[in-house]
């Protein structure tokens, strides 16, 4: 089977498991597998719940600061402050540079503000700090989709939704992206 | 048809009192046509200035903001020096104003009332805030106004220098809508109170100082109006002559008949001279609050304007810093003054009588980060000149933690003479070769520079040795040929390293290109089979080389480059020891990218400029590049934390730095140079010592750089929460005896704790020391201070 057939059926699937319950992916989910959400901008957010609840009582005060901060720049990228929210973002890796999602949001920011190269090393970074958790894995992939794709490397954009649907047949950023790019990959005609 | 001849015959028949009305005629009409091209011209002059740039505005510099959480070690000693640095005045109750703060020991905490701040993102309104402070670390913090919780507050950067051009004047300006009305009632009753009623010279007051003159026989009075000293100070000298004061009575006269009275008095409040800040003029009205009373003009008290309106006769005479006697004595004239003009009622003069004058604690700015700040220009110099950063006021904010750079400061100045009283070699006769030193301190996570000492004495000698010194690293450079092993394995791929791989440490002679190579080891002690770790953590020479030769000098240099030595190193065998020269800030970045898990930053000092209208002009951003895998720098930095335990660094336990750190010594061959690097998982500092003229120091990096290294680091660290390096998913860390290289039984006499990549580490338990019951993980067998097998060499 072909690599574009392949990511066909892998679609498919997805838009199936969409309406029926997904199995446990070998990699766990965080939050016993919470289905993701959708933001103000119609974005898919990563959790329906802020990353302030995983503060426990037992979380060092770096980290929980570190949280706080990373929340708040969250908030401040759904509000389209980007500028505000990479600051705060830089300050939330300052107090904490092993908080993993720091890294992810920051990639974010910085595709926001097209610095797609830029907003890829920081995936790379995050993709090691949450290599155990296929939620996460999915949203660094699709992230990683959308960059490629806005610097126009579509076959590796191509791959990167493909690679984020297999973390997470659930991620609905990743399938959109997928058939988008697969769109332009086969070109005006197929419009 | 008038002919010369007809008008000579003309003239000759004139009487004389014709002909001298004709002469005189003439002269007025010459006077005339002159005065009026020199009132033009001077109306020339006065439109320039006005309708001009009038001031240079040097750009500031500020330091980083701080952030203060929950759980953050803090001390209630430490934030209220913050606190007065950054202008903060204590109050005796609850803090009712930006600015005020009180400090409450008793039941542990520190009020704040914020100051306003413009940051580079927008301007933010102070609120008042309690932080409940513990055992020397912040527990809570709460908004005094809304009661609710907050779980971070920023307190606003510190002012660090300007950038002056060859006048050192501090201003900012204001417009007249920013000053209080009874500020300038203050200015007019004092300086000139018909101001709105004179046409720039004021013939009443001139007439009246004549006459006060005359009869003390004496300068005592003067009759200058405003607009006459504003002409003054902008075109003029203080030079007492009738031409001065001539050409200033018309330039006044001009200005006033030009200009507003508005736009006379808002200049005239931009523009006066209010006293002295060290080597820096205060300028301005704005800029007088601020330095006497930390306050906006709109949050002057009655007494406080009456006090900056009566030091413009004589600021340095009427100043509170040498006599609040004689500034209350000045200031209760000028309050008599606006009392009897009407300006204030009985009760405000009352009352302002009664203030007791506070001024500010006297904070000089006098650059305590000079080599920094000459950084900073270095690298903004690629986008402004010289002219745009002493002129155009534009707002710099850096990196810079003022807190460890005055501790770096110290800590190279102590260590360096006591280097000298120690060893009095190294006081050399001449001051032109005089013993110096070098130290960079990095967050690795951010790779934000926060402190630079770039020499020992900035006013002997400007040049910076952390970015312009290139020497030779020496062993400081090993720790890239171990990475490389961990992360190629031997460059014909046969064979792969761990830190426990084996290596012959014994005279060796490495031939490339015809050529031969013989590395020795210091003092030229050798120990036959080591492991990589102890090779590591002793700097043994030939091991280190045997261990390159395997690996390739092309992946040792690709190693080094990866992780962020940007000079160019030539592939020659001698680089695995550190032969090729480097500057302390590269060396201070790559041993960033360890510390970050791999991750290599950029070296980061300017994050932000602004210019005076808050548009953002730059903004440099954390860069950051995964150069190797977190488990690679994991190993790395466990290695490097031997160093510290049972190596070449543990002179800094014994001087009481206790933390989990990594680093690494380096001594050049010929001793002309002594560095350490080294770091918590939070901060990294890398110290040089040697001579510019790279006469022989004669000492080793751990005699030399790490006292230096370990007194800053104790210091900067001090109270702050002890972290370590976390191991990321993917490693194993084993117990095993170094000396068989396999799993430690409860037999074994010497156990290690040792890092490696999931799946390479021994499984088989030691034979050498075999024991019915074996563990193997986390919990350690013996205790690992027991282990030493090798004296430490350099």
């Not at chain 1, 300052?94 to 995936?123: C, G, K, T, W």
């Not at chain 2, 542990?108 to 580079?120: K, T």
């Not at chain 2, 394995?489 to 046969?494: F, L, N, R, V, W």
């Not at chain 2, 790490?706 to 900067?716: G, N, R, S, V």
Request: with cysteine.
């Amino acid at each position: 089977m072909g690599q574009k057939a392949r990511l066909l059926v892998l679609a498919f699937l997805w838009l199936v498991q969409g309406c029926a319950t997904t199995s446990r992916s070998p990699l766990s989910m965080p939050d016993g597998g919470r289905r993701a959400s959708l933001n103000v901008s119609g974005e898919q957010l990563p959790e329906e719940n802020s990353l302030v609840s995983k503060i426990t009582v037992d979380t060092p005060p770096q980290r929980a600061a570190s949280l706080r901060l990373t929340e708040e720049g969250r908030r401040l990228l759904d509000s389209g402050d980007h500028a505000k929210a990479l600051a705060r973002l830089e300050q939330s890796l300052a107090v904490d540079s092993s908080n993993p999602y720091v890294y992810f949001y920051l990639a974010m920011a910085h595709l926001r503000l097209a610095q797609y190269r830029q907003s890829i090393e920081f995936l790379d970074v995050a993709e090691s700090l949450l290599s155990s958790l296929a939620y996460w894995l999915g949203e660094i992939h699709s992230l990683k989709g959308e960059n490629y794709q806005a610097l126009g490397l579509l076959d590796r954009a191509n791959t990167s939704y493909a690679t984020a649907l297999r973390f997470d047949p659930n991620n609905r950023r990743a399938a959109l992206g997928l058939s988008r790019v697969q769109r332009e990959l086969r070109g005006p005609a197929a419009h | 048809m008038i002919t010369w001849k007809a008008i000579g015959r003309g003239l000759k028949r004139l009487p004389i009192l014709k002909m001298f009305l004709l002469v005189l005629v003439v002269l007025v009409a010459g006077g005339l046509f002159l005065g009026t091209w020199y009132l033009r011209y001077l109306e020339g002059v006065v439109s320039a200035k006005f309708d001009g740039r009038k001031w240079k505005f040097p750009s500031k510099i500020y330091s980083d903001t701080y952030l203060i959480y929950p759980g953050i070690a803090l001390s209630i000693d430490e934030l209220e020096k913050k606190l007065a640095r950054l202008a903060y005045r204590p109050s005796a109750g609850r803090p009712q104003s930006a600015g005020e703060y009180r400090v409450s020991r008793k039941d542990g905490f520190v009020e704040i009332y914020l100051h306003d701040f413009d940051y580079p993102l927008g301007p933010v309104k102070g609120y008042p805030v309690r932080l409940t402070i513990g055992s020397n670390t912040a527990a809570k913090i709460h908004n005094l106004e809304t009661a609710e919780e907050v779980y971070s507050l920023e307190l606003e950067p510190e002012l660090v220098t300007g950038f002056y051009d060859s006048v050192w004047e501090e201003r900012r300006l204001v417009t007249l809508s920013e000053v209080p009305p009874l500020l300038v009632r203050a200015i007019l009753a004092i300086e000139d109170e018909r101001f709105y009623h004179h046409w720039g010279i004021d013939p009443l007051a001139v007439m009246r100082a004549f006459f006060v003159n005359l009869t003390r026989g004496g300068i005592v009075q003067g009759g200058s109006t405003l607009t006459q000293q504003l002409m003054k100070n902008f075109f003029l000298d203080s030079e007492r002559t009738i031409k001065r004061k001539v050409k200033e009575a018309l330039m006044a006269i001009l200005a006033d008949w030009k200009y507003s009275k508005d736009e006379i008095l808002e200049n005239y409040l931009n523009e006066i001279y209010l006293g002295q800040k060290g080597t820096r003029g205060i300028f301005g009205v704005w800029e007088a609050a601020q330095f006497y009373f930390a306050k906006e003009p709109l949050q002057l008290t009655v007494g406080e304007m009456a006090m900056l309106a009566g030091l413009i006769r004589a600021p340095n005479r009427y100043s509170p810093y040498p006599s609040v006697k004689a500034a209350t004595r000045r200031r209760n004239i000028v309050l008599a003054r606006m009392f009897e003009e009407g300006f204030i009622t009985r009760a405000q003069y009352e009352r302002a009588l009664r203030e007791v004058i506070r001024p500010r604690e006297f904070v000089r700015h006098d650059n305590d980060a000079p080599f920094y700040v000459d950084f900073l220009r270095r690298e903004l110099a690629e986008n402004y000149s010289t002219e745009v950063l002493t002129a155009e006021g534009l707002r710099i904010f850096s990196s810079l933690d003022l807190h460890l750079q005055r501790i770096a400061e110290n800590a190279l100045k102590t260590g360096l003479d006591n280097l000298e009283k120690r060893y009095p070699h190294l006081r050399k006769s001449g001051e032109d070769d005089r013993l110096d030193g070098a130290i960079v301190v990095i967050r690795p996570q951010t790779g934000e520079i926060k402190a630079m000492v770039g020499g020992r004495d900035y006013q002997k000698s400007q040049f910076n040795r952390v970015i312009q010194a290139k020497r030779q690293p020496g062993s400081i450079f090993k720790p890239f040929v171990y990475l490389a092993a961990l992360v190629y394995g031997s460059e014909d791929k046969t064979e792969k390293f761990t830190p426990l791989s084996f290596v012959e440490d014994s005279p060796f002679t490495w031939q490339y290109e015809g050529k031969e190579w013989k590395p020795e080891n210091y003092q030229e002690a050798y120990y036959g089979i080591v492991t990589l770790r102890q090779a590591l953590e002793r700097s043994l020479n030939t091991a280190t080389a045997r261990i390159a030769n395997r690996v390739g000098i092309r992946n040792v240099r690709d190693i080094a480059y990866r992780l962020g030595i940007e000079s160019s190193l030539p592939l020659l065998p001698s680089l695995v020891l550190g032969s090729v020269e480097v500057t302390p800030l590269e060396i201070s970045r790559a041993f960033a990218t360890l510390a970050n898990n791999g991750v290599r930053t950029n070296p980061l000092a300017v994050k932000q400029v602004i210019d005076q209208a808050g548009r953002v002009l730059e903004k440099r951003d954390v860069r950051v590049k995964k150069v190797i895998t977190p488990q690679q720098a994991f190993i790395m930095n466990h290695m490097l934390k031997g160093v510290f335990d049972h190596g070449t660094a543990r002179g800094a336990r014994w001087r009481g730095f206790n933390r989990p750190a990594a680093g690494k010594t380096g001594t050049t061959n010929d001793t002309r140079d002594a560095w350490f690097g080294g770091y918590t998982p939070d901060l990294l500092a890398v110290v040089w010592v040697g001579f510019d003229k790279e006469s022989r120091l004669g000492l080793s990096g751990s005699e030399a750089a790490l006292p230096i290294w370990t007194e800053f680091m104790k210091e900067a660290t001090a109270g702050t929460p002890v972290t370590d390096f976390r191991p990321p998913p993917g490693i194993d860390l084993i117990d095993v005896d170094p000396l068989s290289g396999y799993v430690a039984t409860p037999n074994c006499p010497q156990v290690i704790r040792e890092a490696f990549l999931e799946g390479q580490g021994p499984v088989e338990f030691c034979p050498l020391h075999p024991a019915p019951i074996v563990l193997k993980g986390a919990t350690p067998l013996l205790n690992h201070s027991s282990w030493s097998i090798i004296p430490a060499g350099r």
